[in-house]
Each structure stands twice: as structure tokens, then as C-alpha cells.
């Protein structure tokens, strides 16, 4: 890109993306790239709905419209992993994890006890026990 990015002066959502008040939509707010990217393109709200308006420069509170480029979510999705922001909590990563790696080794491994029995001594679900089992859960290990 040849220009540098045009910070949003507008209050920030917990993405940090600017938001806008559209008279398009009664007053209610939208992200403010969107705003920028329709104005510069002589479109409507309207025309890009179920569009999505990334971000080239991968900077959420840019309104710049040479940054911006429209696109599907896939295309949004396929942004984020090839610029290394997708963020993975499998297994023991994800705070809400019970187990660890090596407990799921070790139900996998287990030969004698049932699957109640495993999630007793686990403290999980026999469904979780299940999912671990079959590899619909944990596909990682």
C-alpha cells in the first residue's frame, strides 16, 4: 500500500473498530470502515449487506479506503490465517478445558475401565469420554 492508514476518530467497540452513526440505518451504529468504504465507492449500506469490508493493512480502526477491499467471510477467515492471527486453544490451551494432553492419552489407552468409570475418575461426562475416544474431540492428540 502507498498510503499510510487513516485512524477512525470515532469511539472504538472491544475490536477496535470505529463506530458510526448511519442515518442509512435510523440512527443506528456501523462499523465506520464500512461507512468509508461505501461513501468512496458510491454505494448504499444496503448494496453491501452480507458483504464483508476487510482490512489489506489489517488495522481495525482504519478508515482509509485504499485499505479496504470488499469480500465474503471465507475471504475474511483466509485473511486471518495466511497473516498468522488466528488464534488456536485446542486441548489444554482452551480455558475451559478439564484435561490435558496426557489424561486424553491415557483414556485413549485405557483397556479396563468403562467409559462412566473413566469419567468418574476424569470428573467429565461419559459423553465427553465418548467423544474422546472415537477422536471427535482432541483430534490433535
Known amino acids: 500500500m502507498n498510503t499510510d492508514c487513516i485512524e477512525t476518530t470515532y469511539a472504538r467497540d472491544r475490536f477496535g473498530y470505529g463506530m458510526a452513526t448511519s442515518k442509512e ?3 443506528r451504529s456501523v462499523q465506520h470502515h464500512r461507512v468509508a468504504y461505501v461513501e468512496a465507492n458510491n454505494l448504499t449500506l444496503a448494496d453491501i449487506k452480507g458483504a464483508v469490508v476487510r482490512h489489506k493493512c489489517d488495522n481495525p480502526s482504519c478508515v482509509n479506503p485504499e485499505h479496504l477491499e470488499l469480500g465474503t467471510a471465507k475471504d475474511n477467515m483466509a485473511d486471518m490465517i495466511s497473516r ?5 486453544h485446542l486441548g489444554a490451551a ?4 478439564k484435561l490435558t494432553e496426557l489424561d486424553v492419552a491415557a483414556i485413549r489407552a485405557e483397556k479396563l475401565l468403562t467409559q462412566h468409570e473413566l469419567a468418574a475418575k476424569y470428573n467429565v461426562s ?11 474431540t482432541w483430534k490433535h492428540i
Open 126 to 136: 461419559r459423553e465427553a469420554i465418548s467423544a474422546i475416544i472415537t477422536r471427535r
Open 25 to 27: 440505518l435510523y440512527s
Open 84 to 88: 498468522g492471527r488466528r488464534v488456536n
Open 94 to 97: 482452551n480455558g475451559k478445558s
